[in-house]
Antibody, heavy 121, light 114 residues
């Protein structure tokens, strides 16, 4: 099973950008893809998008279109989520989660520990 | 996007009693080609990432206690905890993975001890 370790907490100003990393071990991007899910305070889980490193493709949720960039470095088995034009509503815990490429069914059996992003002036 | 609606929003159950959480999808998440339901359940405890409990509506993940079970098909699904334990206090989410490109979760059900 893939283990995912995310980068540390961030505090950002409104209008700036944040980039969160997610390093995979115990598995590689030839067998797994990564999705990003966030949880704002008091809210539920919200899917942000996916990156399929092996195919060099992915999708973002429409609500984030233009603001989120999902990338992956297959040489280091690290995925990245960059969110721009930050606003206070983007304050949330951000998770990466992996799923097996076989079947491309997004069943998230491994999750990162989460990265808290706080947007405050 | 497929809307997932859970009920109830919160639930209080006595230790040892049964807990039942429902999830309804806005359209069927059953694929006609394989008759599989593209529905998963997660347990989310404070300070931890979500944990996968069940996939394909009823397939319990390895290591998940057998008091957890999933059922349902098409648009209506249920997560049942047959005998609630203290460690089961959490928020539970259903998730559909049928409607690509977008994945959607239910709003969550908070489970507490009565």
């Amino acid at each position: 099973q893939v283990q995912l370790v995310q980068s540390g907490a961030e505090v950002k100003k409104p209008g700036s950008s944040v980039k969160v990393s997610c390093k995979a071990s115990g598995g590689t991007f030839t067998t797994h893809a990564i999705s990003w899910v966030r949880q704002a305070p008091g809210q539920g889980l919200q899917w942000m998008g996916r990156v399929i490193p092996f195919l060099n493709t992915g999708n973002n949720a429409q609500i984030f279109q233009g603001r989120v960039t999902l990338t992956a470095d297959t040489s280091t088995n690290t995925a990245y989520m960059e969110l721009s034009s930050l606003r206070s509503e983007d304050t949330a815990m951000y998770y990466c989660a992996s799923y097996a490429l076989e079947g491309l069914n997004e069943i998230y059996d491994s999750w990162g520990q989460g990265t808290l992003v706080t947007v405050s002036s | 996007d497929i809307v997932m609606t859970q009920s109830p929003d919160s639930l209080a159950v006595s230790l040892g009693e049964r807990a039942t959480i429902n999830c309804k999808s806005g359209q069927s998440v059953a694929h006609t080609s394989n008759n599989k339901n593209y529905l998963a359940w997660y347990q989310h405890k404070p300070g931890q990432p979500p944990k996968l409990l069940i996939s394909w509506a009823s397939n319990r993940e390895s290591g998940v206690p057998d008091r957890f079970s999933g059922s349902g098909s098409g648009t209506d699904f249920t997560l049942t905890i047959s005998s609630l334990q203290a460690e089961d206090v959490a928020v539970y989410y259903c998730q559909q993975y049928y409607g690509t490109p977008s994945i959607t979760f239910g709003q969550g059900t908070r489970l507490e001890i009565k």
